[in-house]
């Protein structure tokens, strides 16, 4: 059973920074492709980056040049460095990871709060 933990969420004040975590564990299998999702109050759940096992980013266009995704392979691990944070980034994030890429994300954390006060 795959399993994948986020962690480094919280509060921060606008302009500043907050690195996410999210750590996969049960599986013998390199994830793929891992990435972020964001989903804020009454908005659907929208792509923020994805990073392949190859070094491949695809970023969202609203957070280019102020988040930065990376990842360690060997722990299947991925990170999301989040800079110049603004109000409406404040969202529940939600890490992702699939052995396979382009097939959608089969496993998903449950998600850690981002909130960012004006």
């Known amino acids: 059973q795959v399993q994948l933990v986020e962690s480094g969420g919280g509060l921060v004040q606008a302009g500043g920074s907050l690195r996410l975590s999210c750590a996969a564990s049960?599986?013998?299998?390199?994830?793929?492709?891992m990435g972020w999702y964001r989903q804020a109050p009454g908005e659907q759940r929208e792509l923020v980056a994805t990073?392949?096992?190859?070094?491949?980013?695809n970023y969202a266009d609203s957070v280019k040049g102020r988040f930065a995704i990376s990842r360690d392979n060997a722990k299947n691990t991925v990170y999301l460095q989040m800079n110049s944070l603004k109000p409406e980034d404040t969202a529940v994030y939600y890490c992702?990871?699939?052995?396979?890429?382009?097939?959608?994300?089969?496993?998903w954390g449950k998600g850690t709060l981002v909130t960012v006060s004006s």
């Open positions: 049960g599986s013998i299998f390199i994830m793929n492709i």
């Open positions: 992702a990871a699939d052995r396979w890429i382009g097939a959608g994300m089969t496993y």
């Open positions: 990073m392949s096992s190859g070094g491949s980013t």
